[in-house]
């Protein structure tokens, strides 16, 4: 691919030199005149031999929005457009189409070609595959926030989500819930049937709360749920929901079935992150001592007078 020296000295502020990289020169519409051989991953082979006579008699190929997937051709297409406007384009993640319709993810940095007067006459971009960095970072993710047994997150993802809720002031609820006499379920019954307890308990958490409700496994037999702009009254009833389900329900797990109960508390979220998971914490504790198998809210708390 021949490029002007103009051409040239902005590739070269743009692109360290990789073999697995796209380069390719657009028209001021956003077709492609110039493209380098990786773009045959894309189900354009090449550039040249697609193309037909412009504007102008211009070579044109390809138009940039043919290499991207449909919900991304917007957020290209007004990329392109702040590049022919004189912006420089950093680097946008979108989801490209291969020949077979498999996505593969790419990231685009563009900037605009000006003649000599200052007057653009077309883009040059830069495509640079991301998938094994998405595919690596999903993993990171996933392993950093994510219990490997249930499937829920983690603590770690349950203080962020906990934190970003007070940021937001979005109001709301917290709730604890807590196995009964998971230990000796653990000790009479080993540990591959108390790991068959907590993801039945799992998906049960799953099943009754709403779509929207945030569960994380925060402990050994302790799970945290965020409910979003709840009143404590309705995250009394949602919960209490949990609570009385699964007392009803036998569970056959491992070699025979067996009655499971859980513990479990509510408290508003608000003030501070320490104050809410103390105040949840609290009413756990006072259900467990009144028994288990129960639900208590947190108590107001009662100022001093005189």
Same mark, same amino acid.
């Given at each position: 691919?021949?490029?002007?020296?103009?051409?040239?000295?902005?590739?070269?502020?743009?692109?360290?030199?990789?073999?697995?990289?796209?380069?390719?020169? /657009? @028209? !001021?519409?956003?077709?492609?005149?110039?493209? &380098?051989?990786? *773009?045959?991953? $894309?189900? +354009?082979?090449?550039?040249?031999?697609?193309?037909?006579?412009?504007?102008?008699?211009?070579?044109?190929?390809?138009?940039?929005?043919?290499?991207?997937?449909?919900?991304?051709?917007?957020?290209?297409?007004?990329?392109?457009?702040?590049?022919?406007?004189?912006?420089?384009?950093?680097?946008?993640?979108?989801?490209?189409?291969?020949?077979?319709?498999?996505?593969?993810?790419?990231?685009?940095?563009?900037?605009?070609?000006?003649?000599?007067?200052?007057?653009?006459?077309?883009?040059?971009?830069?495509?640079?595959?991301?998938?094994?960095?998405?595919?690596?970072?999903?993993?990171?993710?996933?392993?950093?926030? /994510? @219990? !490997?047994?249930?499937?829920?997150?983690?603590? &770690?993802?349950? *203080?962020?989500? $906990?934190? +970003?809720?007070?940021?937001?002031?979005?109001?709301?609820?917290?709730?604890?819930?807590?196995?009964?006499?998971?230990?000796?379920?653990?000790?009479?019954?080993?540990?591959?049937?108390?790991?068959?307890?907590?993801?039945?308990?799992?998906?049960?958490?799953?099943?009754?709360?709403?779509?929207?409700?945030?569960?994380?496994?925060?402990?050994?037999?302790?799970?945290?749920?965020?409910?979003?702009?709840?009143?404590?009254?309705?995250?009394?009833?949602?919960?209490?929901?949990?609570?009385?389900?699964?007392?009803?329900?036998?569970?056959?797990?491992?070699?025979?079935?067996?009655?499971?109960?859980?513990?479990?508390?509510?408290?508003?979220?608000?003030?501070?992150?320490?104050? &809410?998971?103390?105040?949840?914490?609290?009413?756990?504790?006072?259900?467990?001592?009144?028994?288990?198998?129960?639900?208590?809210?947190?108590?107001?708390?009662?100022?001093?007078?005189?």
């Amino acid at each position: 691919m021949n490029f002007t020296f103009q051409e040239s000295s902005v590739l070269y502020g743009m692109l360290a030199e990789s073999t697995t990289d796209v380069i390719l020169k /657009t @028209d !001021p519409k956003g077709f492609i005149v110039h493209a &380098t051989s990786g *773009i045959a991953d $894309l189900g +354009h082979r090449d550039a040249h031999r697609d193309a037909v006579r412009g504007d102008a008699g211009m070579l044109v190929g390809p138009h940039i929005l043919d290499l991207v997937a449909p919900e991304a051709k917007q957020q290209i297409s007004k990329a392109h457009a702040r590049a022919m406007a004189g912006e420089d384009v950093d680097w946008i993640e979108f989801p490209a189409l291969t020949r077979d319709d498999r996505k593969r993810w790419f990231e685009l940095r563009m900037r605009a070609l000006l003649r000599h007067d200052g007057a653009p006459y077309g883009v040059l971009g830069v495509m640079r595959n991301v998938d094994e960095l998405r595919t690596l970072s999903e993993k990171l993710f996933t392993a950093t926030y /994510t @219990d !490997p047994l249930t499937g829920l997150t983690n603590r &770690t993802a349950f *203080i962020s989500m $906990l934190e +970003h809720m007070l940021d937001s002031q979005m109001g709301g609820c917290l709730a604890l819930f807590s196995i009964d006499f998971f230990r000796t379920i653990n000790m009479q019954h080993g540990q591959s049937v108390g790991d068959e307890v907590l993801t039945v308990f799992a998906d049960l958490l799953r099943e009754l709360l709403r779509s929207e409700d945030i569960i994380s496994r925060i402990g050994s037999e302790r799970f945290a749920v965020i409910l979003p702009r709840v009143t404590p009254a309705e995250a009394e009833g949602i919960c209490r929901r949990v609570v009385t389900t699964l007392a009803d329900l036998k569970q056959t797990i491992g070699d025979g079935s067996f009655a499971m109960t859980a513990s479990a508390s509510v408290a508003a979220v608000d003030t501070s992150l320490d104050s &809410t998971i103390e105040r949840a914490e609290m009413a756990l504790f006072v259900a467990k001592a009144k028994g288990r198998n129960r639900l208590e809210m947190e108590k107001p708390v009662r100022l001093a007078v005189g």
